[in-house]
């Protein structure tokens, strides 16, 4: 047997001088042979650990047992106190397996029914919400757009206290859904915050906590575990929240918000085991009966099932290595987090970083992949960046073809090609990078993992396909920007009833500029054709009256489409 041990806080001058390493608390690793050492599995967190950074907590199980657990990093910069096993995290969207396993027990005790119109538990809801079923909030089926989008959209912050009754109403006051229940899938925050909301009434609990602390945790044993739907409630041993600084370091990623359902759980490694271990010998409600029912996927109204995700009860199943996996990410104010599942093999790996960045997903997948016996080609913030080809010799004329602007859906930015010294240039409202000439149709930048290649149709229409993001087609080169004259007809203020909110939007410098009423920075927009605009995060398509003058707009994107404004200056 090889004993891992984890210490925590040394006492004196060791404490502090050993705080940003690599920490967990005291525990026994009940190892078999051909499981990896723990420098192998170190490895994968190597840049999550050491002095002065925010880290993960690990923790790998397997039949009902702690194989292998350790913090990384620090949980408080401030306070140079180290990750270990027993540091709470805020767990993000990997919340939503345990708001949807709450639903399944009211199901399962019969005060639920999948089958249930929601506007039953939700009177408040307009009646666009007719026809949407408790069964279409569990599996996003229900084409409600996202609450945290439609926020974001708005201008508010993140970090601003969301009252729950000030959440509903954002999504009551949208005119329509995205599409009719039960007819497509689209992730939405809000199908789960509505969830949160139907336990709390149906359960006679007054919240999703209170009914999930006594259905729940309480009877696992989870005695870390919470929902925190009260931003000022004390929690003990809790990693504050990071993001980086774009200048080497990090700033704090602190928030008053507190809604649940959709996210908000906090919990430690060790307590996700009594969670993990639950669904291998169910000790809540209904036996293999209700284990079954929350991970199989979901179907649309018609009966296909879900396959593009195949999305279940707040999981998602899928597979790695030819292994079937069960699983959930999540990431939000400066957390990132993972749980990963391989029933057949009775194997997990809970992965709870307290730096935004961190890939979670892939840090967890590298771990499993040294479990399974095979090199951790998923940690992939571990690996170099691939190289870049060696630049070749083009005549300018050649590469003159390709200048321009194009429009890259998703992530929906216009970016315009130009002449760079000896070759071209890609520039972009974040900036601009020289681009290398691989041959006279392909180029490659630092940035992006593939190559920019540019082609022409038979109209001779220069097209760009970048590969690593963006549509699988090549992206058309777009008609020249709006003149000035006609820029100054788009200047105005426009006001939103389904965000309660108004923009303002002048000409400047040749474009146009956009000001959110909660934020102080006036933001560009890129012209994609005569009355269609991008952003970042999203598109503004401008509509006109009769006389052809610009009247409002439909900003779509993300997780929202087409919430309309009016001119109303």
Not at 79 to 85: C, E, G, L, V
Not at 519 to 537: N, P, S, T, Y
Request: proline letters at 7%.
């Amino acid at each position: 047997m090889r004993v891992v041990r984890v210490s925590g806080p040394l006492p004196g001058r060791l404490a502090l001088a050993l705080s940003g390493l690599a920490l967990a608390s005291d525990s026994v690793a009940r190892a078999a042979p051909g499981d990896p050492p723990a420098e192998a599995i170190d490895a994968v967190f190597a840049r999550h650990a050491g002095a002065g950074v925010p880290g993960c907590a690990l923790g790998v199980f397997r039949d009902g047992a702690i194989l292998y657990e350790r913090g990384y990093g620090l949980a408080d910069l401030e306070q140079n106190a180290p990750i270990t096993p027993d540091t709470v995290f805020y767990i993000a969207s990997t919340s939503k397996q345990f708001t949807a396993f709450a639903a399944a027990l009211l199901i399962e005790r019969g005060a639920l029914s999948p089958d249930d119109p929601i506007r039953r538990h939700l009177p408040e809801l307009p009646a666009w919400a007719d026809g949407i079923t408790v069964d279409q909030l569990i599996h996003h089926t229900s084409g409600i757009s996202d609450y945290l989008s439609l926020w974001d959209a708005s201008g508010r912050s993140y970090a601003d206290e969301i009252p729950l009754s000030q959440a509903i109403d954002l999504i009551a006051r949208q005119r329509s859904r995205s599409f009719a229940p039960g007819s497509a899938w689209a992730y939405s925050n809000s199908n789960y915050v509505l969830l949160a909301e139907i336990v709390a009434r149906v359960s006679g609990k007054g919240s999703l906590r209170a009914f999930a602390d006594e259905a729940m945790f309480a009877p696992l044993g989870m005695t870390a575990t919470e929902f925190r739907d009260d931003a000022a409630h004390v929690v003990p041993r809790r990693a504050e929240g990071y993001a980086p600084d774009g200048r080497g370091g990090f700033t704090v990623a602190r928030s008053s918000f507190a809604l649940v359902g959709d996210g908000g759980l906090l919990t430690t490694v060790r307590d996700l085991l009594k969670w993990d271990e639950n669904f291998y010998a169910n000790r809540l409600a209904g036996g293999q009966a209700l284990i079954d029912r929350v991970t199989a996927p979901g179907a649309l109204a018609d009966g296909t099932p879900l396959t593009q995700p195949p999305y279940a009860f707040g999981l998602q199943t899928g597979s790695h290595r030819d292994l079937p996996t069960v699983e959930h990410a999540g990431g939000f104010i400066g957390f990132s987090a993972q749980l990963v599942r391989f029933p057949t093999r009775h194997l997990s790996v809970a992965v709870l970083c307290n730096d935004a960045a961190a890939p979670a997903g892939a840090l967890a997948l590298g771990v499993a992949d040294l479990y399974l016996g095979a090199a951790p080609a998923a940690a992939a913030d571990a690996a170099a960046p691939p190289p870049v080809p060696a630049p070749a010799t083009v005549a300018q004329d050649v590469l003159a073809r390709w200048t321009g602007r194009y429009f890259i859906t998703p992530p929906g930015i216009v970016v315009t090609i130009a002449a760079a010294g000896d070759g071209l240039g890609l520039r972009t409202y974040g900036g601009s990078s020289p681009l290398t000439t691989v041959s006279g149709e392909t180029f490659a930048m630092p940035e992006v993992p593939g190559l920019l290649r540019f082609s022409a149709g038979l109209d001779g229409r220069p097209s760009l396909l970048i590969e690593g993001i963006g549509q699988a087609a090549p992206a058309p080169r777009l008609p020249d920007p709006p003149g000035e004259d006609a820029l100054r007809g788009f200047a105005g203020r426009y006001a939103s009833d389904e965000l309660d909110t108004w923009f303002a939007i002048r000409a400047a410098e040749g474009g146009l500029e956009l000001k959110r009423r909660y934020r102080a920075a006036w933001e560009k927009l890129e012209a994609i054709d005569q009355d269609r605009f991008a952003l970042a995060g999203g598109t503004l398509r401008f509509s006109r009256d009769a006389q052809g003058r610009v009247s409002g707009f439909a900003i779509s994107g993300g997780r929202i489409a087409d919430v309309s404004f009016e001119k109303t200056e």
